[in-house]
């Protein structure tokens, strides 16, 4: 057991036994010392005494519990079990000898035979005290060692026959040198125990014996009941001592960390202390010499900040309170970082500063086109906010009626949301409204944002608690009405942490954001007079509740003219500076361009184009750099020489794809744009099977089974046989199978494959179509009409049939490409077969089985929107 336990224990054990009327001879701790360097017994008078006594066969068995006794030690013990008790008074009435055996489980109250450790120490009671708490505390002197044999008695307590186990005490010099380290290890330890009594560490370091020395010092050394254990079950000394080695150096290691961290703390504490005494003293002598102290400077400095920051009453209240709070407290005391931090972010913020609005209409207009080509409808809306603000200036002193709303202020901030594919000019765009209003311009990217507490920040409670980005974002700006843009607001996501589109609600809501309140704030601030452009990629994905707080404007992909014009006015002379080109240098013609737009960069966007340039241009700059040309003009030969084989193919392999019966062409919308999606339908021998392959989603699936639905009830009209599906399996596939398709306006699209399939008609060469079908044949309207009008002109296609509903939705198209193009608006699926499919010529037998004339049908004409001449 550690040595100050076994010294605490017995010292009291002595006290205690010189207060009352012991029967046995005085005993001190100045003779246990003195019989520890005899290496003997502690009983006066008694060494050797072991050795005559007669030790009898059997023994009465002590469980000890959390504690090994070895032979030639003194240990105080304490017994409370009453079976023990028993066992103590019988043996101090008779031989006073006992056995003395460790239990496994040292949490366990009554171990039985079984629980016991099979090796103890025959020991003899010295000295005996009876408590008046009921427990008896005797001093017990281990004699030898014994191993357990068969138990004769377990009550009142247990007996047991015993086997005397003495070790093996081989003299050789490996061991004394063995029991020469441990004694200096043991040394090591007491000297970092300054509570060890230095008479008994010298008494344990004069020992010679080797096992007495293992006894004696595993006796006062902290170690584990297993170990403890292990060490008395071992024969050989030598191996003792090995083990009693290990656990001394493991414990000087444990108390060298130790003594180095209470050192550390120690040396932190005082440095604390000296500097508090230190700063103490550097305020006396400011007083002195009648200055103030840094603590009274920065108040004062924070006081100017908070008269000079034009704060609501709200905030200056609240302000003034937390410096009042700053101005009591120690500069060392942990509160006063955070509230100085809460007055440096409090005072930081723009609450009066802005910047005066810029309401030149012409001089508007004249930015918005010089960086942007097209993209009217925002540049519209723009004016009318500047045009609106212009009129409110103007007649501020105009007598007008006095609002009889009491609820609905005055609302002067716009909140506008840009939904367009990818590359349109979304971002770029709000950084030209700014220029062209004269405000200052701030965006934050909300992509992939999941805690609620970046948009309203964190509460002051937590350690690291800042702001959310919006105010953040103000803060850093210096302006209370930037135009400021909330980037991919789409890709907002939620968790536990909270839901950040939720927050949103408060900042982008005209009838709430003019008393804004952060949760670090904690006290409200005005974001009305803020301009928030917000962007997304698809709609669907914000939230109804945010969505209906906006200003929905639509950026639908650009045509090729528009792509020429933005690559000749923007694209091109940016890439030649950015790239160290003279203007002279590089020249790019107009077929050069559209084989870049068509062949290498199929997009809604000029993203891709720019890089397609910029590609170009390193070529050039390469070439120059190293002497081979001095200047470019780029034609297609020399595109497709830079940029390799061209990534799209043009009209021909789509016209080659869809020269087989069974191959459409459909159109559908992405978030990316508009797209051409082709459908391909085959039949094998079979019956009645049907599957629709390709990634795509449930709508289309049913979509798939409505269009052959139909395509079966109308069988006679196409000229179809009914046993041709009962003798065939049909297999439709949309290819590009790694991308997840769905929606319903690919059912004409469907239909038609079907029929063509069967009928062997082959599409018309440069026809596509889209739109939804009924079980009944009607074509329904669909969106996205302009991407994928846009996408047909880009892939080449002459002819686009669309859903007679549809025809309002060509005016979002622009008018080059309504002159370009033609349309087909039908009603039913049999206006799409007759205006998609090549005409029959002679009758066919090879599907149809039984011959059966088709009905004529008159197909609609080719029509052009009647607002196409505009």
């Given at each position: 057991?550690?040595?100050?336990?076994?010294?605490?224990?017995?010292?009291?054990?002595?006290?205690?036994?010189?207060?009352?009327?012991?029967?046995?001879?005085?005993?001190?701790?100045?003779?246990?010392?003195?019989?520890?360097?005899?290496?003997?017994?502690?009983?006066?008078?008694?060494?050797?005494?072991?050795?005559?006594?007669?030790?009898?066969?059997?023994?009465?068995?002590?469980?000890?519990?959390?504690?090994?006794?070895?032979?030639?030690?003194?240990?105080?013990?304490?017994?409370?079990?009453?079976?023990?008790?028993?066992?103590?008074?019988?043996?101090?009435?008779?031989?006073?000898?006992?056995?003395?055996?460790?239990?496994?489980?040292?949490?366990?109250?009554?171990?039985?035979?079984?629980?016991?450790?099979?090796?103890?120490?025959?020991?003899?009671?010295?000295?005996l005290l009876r408590a008046p708490d009921g427990t008896v505390r005797l001093l017990v002197q281990g004699m030898d060692r014994f191993r357990l044999g068969d138990f004769v008695q377990e009550e009142p307590y247990l007996k047991a026959h015993i086997l005397r186990a003495p070790e093996s005490d081989e003299k050789s010099i490996e061991t004394?040198?063995?029991?020469?380290?441990?004694?200096?290890?043991?040394?090591?330890?007491?000297?970092?125990?300054?509570?060890?009594?230095?008479?008994?560490?010298?008494?344990?370091?004069?020992?010679?014996?080797?096992?007495?020395?293992?006894?004696?010092?595993?006796?006062?050394?902290?170690?584990?009941?297993?170990?403890?254990?292990?060490?008395?079950?071992?024969?050989?000394?030598?191996?003792?001592?090995?083990?009693?080695?290990?656990?001394?150096?493991?414990?000087?290691?444990?108390?060298?960390?130790?003594?180095?961290?209470?050192?550390?703390?120690?040396?932190?504490?005082?440095?604390?202390?000296?500097?508090?005494?230190?700063?103490?003293?550097?305020?006396?002598?400011?007083?002195?010499l009648g200055e103030r102290d840094e603590q009274a400077v920065e108040i004062e400095e924070f006081r100017k900040k908070i008269e000079e920051a034009k704060m609501p009453e709200e905030a200056d209240t609240q302000a003034k309170r937390e410096l009042d709070r700053l101005s009591r407290l120690p500069t060392a005391a942990a509160e006063y970082g955070v509230i100085r931090t809460y007055l440096d972010t409090l005072v930081s913020l723009p609450w009066s500063t802005g910047t005066k609005d810029n309401l030149d209409i012409a001089h508007a207009r004249a930015v918005l086109n010089q960086d942007h080509y097209g993209l009217d409808d925002v540049k519209d809306r723009i004016?009318?906010?500047?045009?609106?603000?212009?009129?409110?200036?103007?007649?501020?002193?105009?007598?007008?009626?006095?609002?009889?709303?009491?609820?609905?202020?005055?609302?002067?901030?716009?909140?506008?949301?840009?939904?367009?594919?990818?590359?349109?000019?979304?971002?770029?765009?709000?950084?030209?409204?700014?220029?062209?209003?004269?405000?200052?311009?701030?965006?934050?990217?909300?992509?992939?944002?999941?805690?609620?507490?970046?948009?309203?920040?964190?509460?002051?409670?937590?350690?690291?608690?800042?702001?959310?980005?919006?105010?953040?974002?103000?803060?850093?700006?210096?302006?209370?009405?930037?135009?400021?843009?909330?980037?991919?607001?789409?890709?907002?996501?939620?968790?536990?942490?909270?839901?950040?589109?939720?927050?949103?609600?408060?900042?982008?809501?005209?009838?709430?954001?003019?008393?804004?309140?952060?949760?670090?704030?904690?006290?409200?601030?005005?974001?009305?007079?803020?301009?928030?452009?917000?962007?997304?990629?698809?709609?669907?994905?914000?939230?109804?509740?945010?969505?209906?707080?906006?200003?929905?404007?639509?950026?639908?992909?650009?045509?090729?003219?528009?792509?020429?014009?933005?690559?000749?006015?923007?694209?091109?002379?940016?890439?030649?500076?950015?790239?160290?080109?003279?203007?002279?240098?590089?020249?790019?013609?107009?077929?050069?361009?559209?084989?870049?737009?068509?062949?290498?960069?199929?997009?809604?966007?000029?993203?891709?184009?720019?890089?397609?340039?910029?590609?170009?241009?390193?070529?050039?700059?390469?070439?120059?750099?190293?002497?081979?040309?001095?200047?470019?003009?780029?034609?297609?030969?020399?595109?497709?020489?830079?940029?390799?084989?061209?990534?799209?193919?043009?009209?021909?392999?789509?016209?080659?794809?869809?020269?087989?019966?069974?191959?459409?062409?459909?159109?559908?919308?992405?978030?990316?744009?508009?797209?051409?999606?082709?459908?391909?339908?085959?039949?094998?021998?079979?019956?009645?099977?049907?599957?629709?392959?390709?990634?795509?989603?449930?709508?289309?699936?049913?979509?798939?089974?409505?269009?052959?639905?139909?395509?079966?009830?109308?069988?006679?009209?196409?000229?179809?046989?009914?046993?041709?599906?009962?003798?065939?399996?049909?297999?439709?596939?949309?290819?590009?199978?790694?991308?997840?398709?769905?929606?319903?306006?690919?059912?004409?699209?469907?239909?038609?494959?079907?029929?063509?399939?069967?009928?062997?008609?082959?599409?018309?060469?440069?026809?596509?179509?889209?739109?939804?079908?009924?079980?009944?044949?009607?074509?329904?309207?669909?969106?996205?009409?302009?991407?994928?009008?846009?996408?047909?002109?880009?892939?080449?296609?002459?002819?686009?049939?669309?859903?007679?509903?549809?025809?309002?939705?060509?005016?979002?198209?622009?008018?080059?490409?309504?002159?370009?193009?033609?349309?087909?608006?039908?009603?039913?699926?049999?206006?799409?077969?007759?205006?998609?499919?090549?005409?029959?010529?002679?009758?066919?037998?090879?599907?149809?089985?039984?011959?059966?004339?088709?009905?004529?049908?008159?197909?609609?004409?080719?029509?052009?929107?009647?607002?196409?001449?505009?």
């Amino acid at each position: 057991m550690p040595a100050q336990k076994w010294l605490s224990g017995l010292q009291e054990f002595l006290q205690k036994l010189d207060e009352s009327d012991g029967e046995f001879p005085e005993l001190t701790l100045s003779s246990l010392i003195t019989q520890i360097k005899a290496g003997g017994s502690t009983a006066p008078g008694a060494g050797g005494a072991e050795e005559k006594m007669n030790i009898p066969d059997v023994l009465p068995i002590l469980p000890l519990r959390g504690v090994v006794v070895y032979p030639n030690t003194a240990v105080p013990l304490t017994v409370g079990q009453p079976r023990s008790i028993r066992l103590v008074d019988d043996v101090v009435g008779g031989d006073k000898l006992v056995g003395l055996v460790a239990a496994i489980n040292p949490e366990q109250e009554t171990p039985g035979p079984n629980e016991l450790y099979r090796v103890g120490t025959i020991a003899t009671v010295h000295r005996l005290l009876r408590a008046p708490d009921g427990t008896v505390r005797l001093l017990v002197q281990g004699m030898d060692r014994f191993r357990l044999g068969d138990f004769v008695q377990e009550e009142p307590y247990l007996k047991a026959h015993i086997l005397r186990a003495p070790e093996s005490d081989e003299k050789s010099i490996e061991t004394d040198a063995l029991a020469r380290n441990a004694r200096d290890q043991f040394q090591q330890i007491t000297q970092m125990i300054p509570s060890f009594p230095e008479e008994l560490a010298n008494s344990i370091l004069s020992l010679e014996d080797p096992l007495q020395t293992v006894y004696t010092i595993a006796n006062f050394q902290r170690i584990e009941l297993k170990d403890a254990q292990e060490i008395l079950e071992i024969d050989s000394v030598y191996d003792k001592l090995k083990k009693l080695i290990g656990l001394l150096v493991r414990e000087a290691e444990v108390l060298t960390i130790g003594q180095k961290i209470q050192n550390e703390a120690r040396g932190e504490i005082e440095k604390v202390q000296r500097d508090y005494f230190l700063r103490e003293q550097m305020k006396a002598i400011q007083r002195e010499l009648g200055e103030r102290d840094e603590q009274a400077v920065e108040i004062e400095e924070f006081r100017k900040k908070i008269e000079e920051a034009k704060m609501p009453e709200e905030a200056d209240t609240q302000a003034k309170r937390e410096l009042d709070r700053l101005s009591r407290l120690p500069t060392a005391a942990a509160e006063y970082g955070v509230i100085r931090t809460y007055l440096d972010t409090l005072v930081s913020l723009p609450w009066s500063t802005g910047t005066k609005d810029n309401l030149d209409i012409a001089h508007a207009r004249a930015v918005l086109n010089q960086d942007h080509y097209g993209l009217d409808d925002v540049k519209d809306r723009i004016l009318e906010f500047l045009a609106i603000r212009k009129l409110r200036l103007d007649r501020i002193n105009d007598k007008k009626e006095e609002s009889t709303d009491m609820i609905r202020r005055e609302r002067e901030g716009v909140i506008l949301c840009f939904v367009g594919p990818p590359g349109v000019g979304k971002t770029s765009l709000g950084q030209s409204i700014a220029r062209a209003m004269g405000r200052k311009f701030i965006r934050a990217s909300l992509g992939g944002i999941r805690d609620e507490a970046e948009i309203r920040g964190h509460r002051r409670t937590y350690i690291g608690a800042m702001p959310g980005r919006i105010l953040q974002s103000l803060r850093r700006i210096g302006s209370k009405n930037p135009v400021f843009m909330l980037d991919e607001v789409d890709k907002l996501t939620n968790d536990f942490h909270g839901d950040p589109s939720s927050a949103l609600l408060e900042v982008l809501d005209p009838e709430q954001n003019s008393e804004f309140r952060d949760n670090y704030l904690e006290v409200a601030y005005d974001l009305s007079q803020v301009f928030f452009i917000a962007t997304a990629n698809i709609l669907d994905y914000i939230p109804g509740p945010l969505r209906d707080r906006m200003e929905m404007i639509y950026l639908s992909g650009y045509t090729e003219t528009e792509k020429m014009a933005i690559a000749r006015g923007y694209l091109i002379p940016r890439q030649i500076r950015e790239n160290s080109l003279r203007k002279n240098e590089v020249s790019f013609n107009d077929e050069s361009l559209k084989m870049i737009i068509r062949q290498y960069t199929r997009e809604a966007g000029v993203r891709n184009l720019e890089r397609k340039i910029g590609a170009v241009c390193r070529k050039v700059g390469t070439h120059i750099a190293e002497g081979r040309a001095k200047k470019y003009r780029i034609n297609p030969k020399l595109v497709e020489s830079f940029l390799d084989t061209p990534i799209f193919l043009g009209p021909e392999e789509l016209n080659k794809r869809t020269s087989i019966p069974g191959v459409v062409p459909g159109l559908a919308w992405t978030s990316f744009g508009g797209d051409i999606l082709l459908v391909e339908a085959t039949a094998m021998p079979g019956g009645r099977g049907f599957q629709i392959t390709g990634s795509v989603g449930n709508v289309m699936q049913e979509s798939a089974r409505a269009a052959l639905s139909y395509v079966r009830s109308r069988s006679g009209s196409f000229g179809i046989s009914h046993e041709y599906f009962d003798k065939h399996d049909i297999h439709m596939h949309i290819p590009a199978g790694s991308q997840p398709k769905d929606g319903p306006s690919a059912g004409v699209a469907m239909a038609t494959s079907l029929v063509s399939l069967i009928t062997g008609r082959k599409v018309s060469p440069q026809v596509g179509m889209t739109g939804e079908i009924t079980l009944r044949g009607q074509v329904l309207p669909i969106g996205g009409v302009k991407e994928k009008v846009l996408a047909a002109h880009r892939s080449g296609l002459g002819t686009v049939i669309l859903p007679d509903q549809n025809q309002k939705d060509l005016d979002d198209v622009p008018d080059e490409i309504r002159k370009s193009m033609k349309f087909v608006f039908a009603g039913s699926v049999e206006d799409v077969i007759d205006a998609a499919l090549e005409k029959t010529k002679v009758k066919k037998k090879k599907h149809t089985g039984k011959p059966s004339k088709p009905a004529a049908r008159k197909a609609k004409k080719n029509v052009k929107p009647k607002n196409s001449s505009r």
